[in-house]
């Protein structure tokens, strides 16, 4: 397994770049702004690489920081995504903005990426949501947005929204009320502003108890 590849960096093809390690050319595949933003012929540059082995391909992914190689893995263990399309999510959206439309449920913002239609949108969040909210997915893509206190912020009150919204949807589900109804309720109440317990009781408040 190949954790990174360091070298001289030989081509900038279109989709993938060739790296010389000690007489060696490594062919890279990379997302469009993954080549731009490696650097210029000659220089030394250092990959991060996924290494795929399959019984008729071997190839090689590379990626300019560890958050885009977390954000591939995830995408490509999504049942229907490949590795042309994860590349292709990764040259027009940001781990961090990717992360917040997944744990936001954001399809329209999913469905700007080339190549992902709604269906596709909704089996991504579906499949990643719990993923992305773990604390070393949340930490890894802190990480990569340190200087954004902005993005940071934003990031965060997005999955303590989502953990209350969860919560109170369970609580009402349990007194007989179906998620759709439950939901569509909620799409009239600021959850920003409110607790876990007062969301609850605003929920059931409108729901007609």
């Not at 609580?171 to 409110?194: H, S």
């Amino acid at each position: 397994m190949l954790a990174y590849i360091k070298g001289n960096l030989e081509m900038k093809m279109t989709e993938y770049v060739v790296i010389d390690v000690g007489g060696l050319g490594y062919k890279v595949f990379m997302s469009d702004t993954g080549i731009e933003k490696l650097g210029n012929i000659g220089e030394i540059v250092k990959v991060h690489t996924y290494y795929k082995v399959r019984e008729d391909d071997i190839s090689i992914f590379g990626f300019n920081t560890l958050e885009e190689l977390k954000m591939f893995e995830l995408l490509i263990s999504v049942s229907g995504v490949g590795a042309k399309t994860a590349l292709t999510m990764l040259a027009t959206c940001e781990p961090s903005e990717f992360a917040l439309a997944v744990i936001s449920e954001d399809v329209k913002t999913l469905t700007q990426i080339p190549g992902i239609g709604a269906k596709s949108a909704q089996r991504i969040i579906l499949e990643l949501k719990d993923k992305i909210s773990k604390e070393q997915q949340i930490q890894a893509i802190k990480h990569e947005i340190n200087n954004n206190e902005q993005a940071t912020n934003k990031l965060q009150e997005a999955i303590e929204n989502n953990a209350k919204v969860s919560e109170a949807i369970a609580a009402l589900q349990v007194l007989g009320y179906n998620k759709k109804e439950i939901e569509k309720v909620f799409e009239k109440i600021d959850i920003k502003e409110l607790k876990t317990e007062e969301l609850i009781k605003k929920g059931l408040s409108l729901l007609g108890i």
